[in-house]
């Protein structure tokens, strides 16, 4: 009797033990506090693209210590909503830059106040804004040919457009060179344009894999590109991936000081499309989606990993550097409010929130 | 200015219990009013709620399209896009589950299933009749929420009238209209010409920049040009001919919404329909035999994302049907019915067809008196592409106490996948499965319009209760495509009433009429996360009222709409708000010998409310036309 009460109590403490340890975090909650200039100064912006058509997208703020959501603070600031399809923000200086695509717009905000500053118009179905650090800040565009467009921050006006390949997306600075994967935008490009900020010119342009759609720099100053592939559909009737004339993705190594390409590491899978390549703090780790989960990398691997650390697909990754987490986004049936789900780096959940329609990018303060 | 709108609207819709609208018939149809009705539903009408549009109240909207004449003259919510695209929303269905013929011919586009109502002009027809609720029995896919006919009814009298009508407004809208009339009691013809341009530039509030300044709207202008010809001949037999024919050319652009910047998109839409039919009468039995074509060109363009889409298909229709009373009581109507739709779009891949047999047949039975009438009908589609459920209907009237009388009916109904919908690359799926729902109805009706009393009214209040299973719906499926799939499931169920009230006495003529619909219409599917909720744009009401007067040539109306809350995204979260739209027309019209001159000012959104139809979407103000007309008989 006391053997059985025993081994019960046991397994009960084992159990208790097990549920408290991966009892998640609590979930956030709806922040209805009053604004003040220090609300936002330490959290993670989610821009969300808005329903497709022609809705509005938001910005959501999520503040970590409080564990708080703001859902929609442009809105709430400003009084109006931003426009169709808002794809990217980012911080430069005391500003914040909202990228809106398809109002062919940049809405510029105060970045503590969140109140809007000003507008860069006259875009061309603008996707990601990078400043060189010098008062000037480069937009790629999807125009019809992709185009970079170079503008003065402190008057927010345009000085020039230089010409790149078919749909750029991000860009990374490296020394006074500005680096823009082309991704193909409806096609398939296999280009990374590289321009000199001192002259605003286009320098060289990089063969890589097909439709390279992320890089980042890690801490050797070697610039890692992500290759989605590209990805051909047969006709009638089955509309199906033709393997035969589509592509595999592909990681490659760039040092940017040579300008050569010395590792590239080939996927095995032609139906994934490998995207959102980001990097760990340290700037030694390397995180991407897979396209069917999210995997993690080393610099120094000779192979890519085959096992993912999160067996969920998203829509968009990034790591935040702050938290030391990564942010994953799923946008569900892409008509409602998606989600934002948060993991440590051995892919573990820590907790997740609702977001808005289709979140899209972070930017992490 | 808000709370008179109110007080009028409450007023009317007190007063005009019953409704109809324009009751007063000009003249005498010589063709027996059973086989009208037998031809154009074969039977399947008894039990099923008309509500009929006559010449008195076209003739009002004889420049406009039909968006325009069903948003404020039915229960039919019409949801619009501005100077663009107009569809209907019939018992919360969508678009695609309303049906819309000319003279029997389905305007359906087989590519898309829609047809848009802003391209179709109310005068291509002498007399609109709504039909609500599932007509799947009766005129095959597509007709779950209803559907709307458009018809040219000849007057075979002796005849030569020539006619002029032109309006100017504002946005820089123009529309002209040139008619001719001819014929006696053997052949009737009837010829138009319409054209239509507007600018289109009306002022909007930008709830998108700062301050939410006053823009005008640009790249929306559009023209358009029909020819429409009608003829009839009838023999001495009972035997009639027709003819029909319609061309229509236009071009659109297409503007931005108040979430865009800019859009340089536009639309060039040529489209040809033509039918002849031939129908004999005997004593107690009747043939009908009918063959149509359409052709439709669409041309989209949109420089900025790099689209164009050069669309075309073509559809015949053919139709035999054969109507036999056995006796005063049981009458038999059957018939087939055939069509054949091609289509091409570059998304296709290659040109799409498929054809289709429709059989048909209802009995009637009616007890002598016409007391008690009830029918019953079945119909059978065979499609190449899929297999077609069968259709069964019933339905049966009964006259209460003298002008009282109490309807009700119950069908199945189905709608076919689109060609987009099956063969659209990326995304299309050609393992479909037609839609399939029931719909049923029951409701109380008082008409003594056949009694020609000076004061005459008609009422229907009814409820209905249907639902659709295997709802096409376009969901992400990887990457950026996106695919349908027979994924949505939808019940709709409401409360829908009309009456009108009419007055006449020498030269004074008063019409009252009002419309109200209840409607809900939500997403049955269990595992959505959306179970439960309605749909998007289906206001929970909607209700119309109007008055009308004539006194000695003078015409005055007025004219009030009520649109209620609608959603715009599936889960709530974002709401468009109710909105009243209060439109004013006045007129006079003077007879000079064989000349009869109408001048008339018409003023829209009287009360410059600013409102959105669809989310985003600029409407405008205020607007006013200037409309003069002369014809010669």
Known sequence: MKKIAVKSFAYAFLLSVLFGACKKVEDPQKNNSILNSSTFAQGVFITNEGPFGSGTGTVLFYNRKLNTVRADIFQEVNNRPLGNVVQSMEIIGDKAYIVVNNANKIEVVNASTFKSVGSIANLEYPRYILSDGKGK?????????????????????????????DGPERMLLF?????VVNTGGFGSENKVSVINTLTDELEESITTGDSPNSLVLDTNHKIWILCGGKKV????????LDTAASTAGSLLMLDAISGQIEKSLSFSSKVLFPSNLCLNKEKNQLFFNGGDGVYAMKISDAVLPQQSIVNKVFYSLAYDTVSTYLYGSDPLDYQGKGEVYRYNSYGMEMDHFQAGIIPGNFTFR | MMRLQNIFFFLVFLLCSPFLFGQVKDSV???????IQAFRSGGFQTGVKTTHIDSVVLSDYHLSSLSVLLNQQSSVFVKSYGTSYAGTSFRGMSAAHTGIYWNDIPLGSPMLGLTDLSLLPVSAGDCIDIRHGGGSAAFGSGNAGGSIHIDSKPEFIKRNKLGIQQSIGSFGAYTGSLYSVNGNERWQSSSKMIF??????????????????????????????????????????????????????GIRNIPATMSMSMSKASEEEQSMRASAEWKQLFATSGIQLMTAYSYNHLLYRDPTTGIFSDSYYHTTFSKAAYDYAFDERFQLHTGINLTYSSAYVNEYGMKRNQGLVSVYASIQYRIKSGKFKSTLALRRDYAELFTCPMTPFAGLEMVLYKSLGWYANAGRNFRI???????????????????????????????NTKSHQAFTYEMHASGFYSSVQDWIIWLPAGGMVWSPQNMKSVMGRGLEYEGMLAFQRKDFRLHLSGSYAFTLSDNQNKTDLNYGRQLIYVPYENANASIRLE?????FSLHESYTGGRYVSPDHSEILPAYQLLNMSAGKFFVFGNYLLRIGLDVNNLCNTSYQSVQWIPMPGRSYGFKIGIEFN
Do not use: C, M
């Open chain 1, 137 to 165: 800040a480069y937009i790629s565009q999807w125009s019809s040919p992709g185009r970079i467009a170079v503008v003065q921050l402190d008057n927010l006006k345009i000085l020039k457009t230089i010409v790149v390949d």
């Open chain 1, 175 to 179: 020394g006074d060179k500005l680096y």
């Open chain 1, 233 to 240: 559909y047969a006709g009638a009737p089955s509309y199906a």
């Open chain 2, 29 to 35: 149809y010589i063709l027996p009013a059973a086989e």
């Open chain 2, 196 to 249: 239509n341009k507007s600018e289109n530039n009306f002022i909007f509030t930008d709830l998108f920049s700062d301050g939410y300044p006053k823009k005008v709207l640009s790249h929306a202008e559009s023209s358009r040009a029909s020819l429409i010809q009608d003829f009839y001949y009838r023999a001495k037999n009972n035997q009639t001919l027709s003819l029909h024919a319609w061309y229509q050319g």
């Open chain 2, 417 to 447: 996948p689109t060609f987009n919908d099956l063969f659209w690359r990326p995304g299309g799926n050609p393992s479909l499965k037609p839609e399939n729902g029931i719909s049923s109805e029951a409701g109380f009706s008082i008409d």
């Open chain 2, 551 to 555: 006194y000695k040539g003078y015409l």
